[in-house]
């Protein structure tokens, strides 16, 4: 069975603006590497050979950090949306690089979870399903795309954000499609996979199920989401082979240099190069490569740009600065 993947990376991140000025979104940095590492990382581990990133603002910053994928253990190819194409239309454009597959992993590229992937393809599998969606329950469903299920786990409907929605299943962001669904999707043409592609596939009686896993999932679009994914992959309240090893609560890379009386903790990353100053206090947050902080500053949850300069003694609380 071979099994090959797609990876949704082409947005412009607009809710993280400024953060996604210069960097798009699945740049940005979580736990010490790019984000998008986190996903490619578990791909690789569920035994997918070859992924596409289906990429299109500032596609030219992928290639250069991922290459052909070799110290990855995958094959990575990259797709450029000239305009953008919706999700169907981004996953149509990107098939075309796929080799011969047996079965598709589709991923959005904003998704932190902790669902097990290789349970996902052994879903589809047993059930012979021409599409098996990752759902995760949430006590609010009204942000996301709600699905029902029947007794059998089928998918009876697909609902688009609504006011009353009709379960707390949500779609999660993660689907394994056989080859022949892709084929059906119009090529060149903005196409939505959630209110195009789903609902018809729904109205042919094609066979869709959902894989049910309620493991750690969270949004990364918002700064504060960002910050959040990155404490708790630090803090293993999630597990990812690409987090770097390190030991206790942070991480500080090797050529970092921290003051006397500083403390960083709560999942903090501090990257290469920062240099952090005497009596600092700096709780849950992602400080950017070369930023250099002076002394007496307390930082908590917040992000500091790479090259920042941040002045002796100020007090940042849930903020980004910077960028």
Excluded at 215 to 231: C, E, F, H, N, Q
Aim: net charge negative; glycine share 10%.
């Amino acid at each position: 069975m071979k099994t090959g993947a797609i990876l949704l990376v082409g947005g412009m991140g607009s809710r993280l603006m400024p953060l996604t000025k210069a960097t798009p979104k699945p740049m940005l940095s979580v736990a010490g590497v790019p984000f998008t590492e986190h996903q490619i990382r578990k791909a690789a581990d569920a035994g997918v050979s070859e992924i596409v990133l289906a990429t299109s603002y500032k596609a030219e910053l992928f290639e250069p950090y991922f290459g052909d994928g070799s110290k990855f253990g995958i094959k990575i190819k990259y797709a450029v949306e000239k305009t953008a194409l919706g999700t169907g239309g981004g996953i149509k454009n990107a098939s075309s690089l796929l080799d011969n597959c047996d079965e598709v992993v589709i991923f959005n590229g904003d998704v932190l979870s902790g669902h097990s992937l290789e349970n996902q393809l052994d879903f589809h599998r047993k059930n012979k399903a021409e599409v098996t969606l990752y759902l995760t329950e949430v006590k609010d469903a009204r942000a996301y795309g709600c699905v029902e299920l029947t007794a059998d786990k089928q998918v009876k409907s697909f609902n688009e954000k609504m006011e009353n929605p009709k379960s707390n299943l949500i779609n999660a962001g993660c689907y394994v499609f056989n080859p022949n669904v892709i084929e059906q999707i119009a090529a060149d043409k903005v196409v939505s996979i959630e209110r195009d592609t789903f609902p018809a596939l729904l109205a042919s009686g094609t066979k869709v199920v959902g894989y049910v896993d309620n493991s750690y999932w969270l949004d990364i679009g918002t700064p504060a989401a960002l910050v959040k994914a990155s404490a708790d992959l630090i803090l293993g309240k999630i597990s990812s082979s690409a987090t770097p090893t390190h030991s206790g609560d942070c991480l500080i890379f090797d050529s970092a240099t921290i003051g006397s009386g500083s403390e960083i903790n709560n999942g903090s990353v501090i990257e290469s190069e920062v240099v952090v100053e005497s009596n600092c206090q700096i709780n849950g947050s992602i400080v950017g490569k070369g930023a250099k902080i002076g002394s007496n500053c307390q930082i908590s949850d917040s992000i500091i740009a790479p090259g920042a300069q941040i002045q002796a003694g100020m007090v940042i609380l849930n903020n980004y600065l910077g960028f």
